[in-house]
T-cell receptor, first 112, second 114 residues
């Protein structure tokens, strides 16, 4: 069975500071990995995805994530955050054309 | 670019009433997924359809049913509504091909049961 663990439920950071949101997954088969962002009272927007190939994946809004198979991790990073990055971030996993399993989410709050 | 359309965007119902949520996938997408996101929760998979046939089933209550029509739009029917059904319901669609699974999410329908 597949599962996703987001280690931090909340991450407060100061504006222009770097941030890392942690995600670990569990699966007995090869998976596809995603990060979604949900702004307050809005839907889910895909930030980036790992399907295959290069383990460093670049997404929108300056975010990037690195797939680490040995550590079964897919941490999300941004070198300098902005107030507008305040949102809920979901790590997710799926395989083939199957349902997406979401982590419990990390609330990123940016302090000026 | 065209996106997934969901209607209505907001819906208020009384307990024990019924509700129908509609989802219009991106053109040429043949797979539709439904997710439920309760307050402060992560989205939970309900059910999916591929080429008008149910392809997978998650934690969907027996009071709920869904189908995909010939034009690929999908409807989620919810009966005997309970307070706990209040949630944001997302529909997602994905294009043909089993090699990858990128799902494109709609804006969601916010259902409030009073």
């Amino acid at each position: 069975a597949q599962s996703v663990t987001q280690l931090d439920s909340q991450v407060p950071v100061f504006e222009e500071a770097p941030v890392e949101l942690r995600c670990n997954y569990s699966s007995s088969v090869s998976v596809y990995l995603f990060w979604y962002v949900q702004y307050p009272n809005q839907g889910l927007q895909l930030l980036l995805k790992y399907l295959s190939g290069s383990t460093l994946v670049k997404g929108i809004n300056g975010f990037e994530a690195e797939f680490n198979k040995s550590q079964t991790s897919f941490h999300l990073r941004k070198p300098s955050v902005h107030i507008s990055d305040t949102a809920e971030y979901f790590c997710a996993v799926s395989f083939s054309a199957s349902k997406i399993i979401f982590g419990s989410g990390t609330r990123l709050s940016i302090r000026p | 670019a065209a996106g997934v359309i969901q209607s209505p965007r907001h819906l208020i119902k009384e307990k024990r009433e019924t509700a129908t949520l509609k989802c219009y996938p991106i053109p040429r997408h043949d797979t539709v997924y439904w997710y439920q996101q309760g307050p402060g929760q992560d989205p939970q998979f309900l059910i999916s359809f591929y080429e008008k046939m149910q392809s997978d089933k998650g934690s969907i209550p027996d009071r709920f049913s869904a189908q995909q029509f010939s034009d690929y739009h999908s409807e989620l029917n919810m009966s005997s509504l309970e307070l706990g059904d209040s949630a944001l319901y997302f529909c997602a669609s994905s294009p043909p091909g089993l090699a990858m699974n990128e799902q494109f999410f709609g804006p969601g329908t916010r259902l409030t049961v009073l």
